[in-house]
Nanobody
Framework: QVQLVESGGGSVQTGGSLRLSCAASGSIGTINAMGWYRQAPGKQRELVAGISSGGSTNYADSVKGRFTISRDNAKNKVSLQMNRLNPEDTAVYYC????????????????WGKGTQVTVSS
């Protein structure tokens, strides 16, 4: 079993910053891609930023230049630095990881955190 636990959400005013972190634990062999998704009320969950095991990154157009994703492979952690936040960034943010477990039957598992709320007020 694998658990992803997010931290760092909260409330800020427009223009503020927050840093989200996510730690993976459990029966982990290798963590492949990691990323952050978000879901605003009444909207579908969308990819915010992703990072490969080799460090390649991709971002939603709406956050390019404001958000930065990073990972610490030694600590099985992924972080999202969010700057110049605006009310459109308000959502529940979910950590994601594609993980190869210790058992070959558990290769390529998609794991999700429970989410952390980010609220940006104008």
């Amino acid at each position: 079993q694998v658990q992803l636990v997010e931290s760092g959400g909260g409330s800020v005013q427009t223009g503020g910053s927050l840093r989200l972190s996510c730690a993976a634990s459990g029966s982990i062999g290798t963590i492949n891609a990691m990323g952050w998704y978000r879901q605003a009320p009444g909207k579908q969950r969308e990819l915010v930023a992703g990072i490969s095991s080799g460090g390649s990154t991709n971002y939603a157009d709406s956050v390019k230049g404001r958000f930065t994703i990073s990972r610490d492979n030694a600590k099985n952690k992924v972080s999202l630095q969010m700057n110049r936040l605006n009310p459109e960034d308000t959502a529940v943010y979910y950590c994601y990881a594609n993980i190869d477990g210790l058992d070959p039957k558990e290769y390529g598992m998609d794991s999700w955190g429970k989410g952390t709320q980010v609220t940006v007020s104008s």
